[in-house]
């Protein structure tokens, strides 16, 4: 499943640092695709990407998709925000529960209509002009 793709004008406020480890998930979100770690030993899946599983602690992790859809779990406006977003707040972020069962916390869009905590949010993503962010946008 190919996430939806958000043209975004400008560079990254404060892009994130790639490493070579996080380089596969940095790859994996300009291909338009959600990836994580998943623990070969247990099955377990964990988000941000790990190099180890924070469940078993093996080192046999391997790379796999996420489910990019999930229910917003809370969320809150930013209006006192660090100097590389003041242009712009306010601005909300939220904690999703994704369908894998993992949580995550995000920018959240798709809410100047209104929405509830329970929400549907699905993963876009922001596609700036020097790379890749992503956010969850409400979708019901
Ligand atoms: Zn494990």
Same mark, same amino acid.
């Given at each position: 499943?190919?996430?939806? !793709?958000? %043209?975004?004008?400008? %560079? ?7 490493? /070579? &480890?996080?380089?596969? &998930? ?13 623990? @070969? ?8 990407? %790990?190099?180890?599983?924070? +469940?078993? =602690?093996?080192?046999?992790? *391997? =790379? $796999?998709?996420? @489910? ?10 930013? +209006? $006192?925000?660090? #100097?590389? &977003?003041? +242009? *712009? @707040? ?14 995550? #916390? ?5 809410? /100047?209509?209104?929405? $509830? !905590?329970?929400?549907? #949010? /699905?993963?876009? !993503?922001? $596609?700036? *002009?020097?790379?890749?962010?992503? @956010?969850?946008? !409400?979708?019901?």
């Amino acid at each position: 499943m190919t996430l939806p !793709v958000l %043209k975004i004008a400008g %560079k990254r406020p404060y892009p994130p640092r790639v490493s /070579e &480890f996080t380089r596969t &998930f940095w790859q994996g979100l300009s291909d338009g695709r959600f990836l994580s770690t998943r623990c @070969a030993a247990c099955a377990m899946r964990s988000f941000p990407p %790990k190099p180890f599983c924070p +469940h078993c =602690w093996s080192g046999r992790i *391997e =790379w $796999a998709p996420l @489910a990019p859809q999930g229910t917003v779990y809370s969320s809150t406006v930013m +209006h $006192a925000v660090p #100097a590389y &977003f003041r +242009h *712009e @707040a306010p601005y909300r972020v939220g904690i999703v529960d994704l369908d894998d069962r993992l949580r995550i #916390a995000t920018r959240l869009l798709g809410v /100047e209509q209104g929405f $509830a !905590v329970g929400a549907r #949010a /699905e993963i876009v !993503v922001l $596609a700036y *002009e020097d790379g890749p962010l992503f @956010a969850a946008r !409400v979708i019901a």
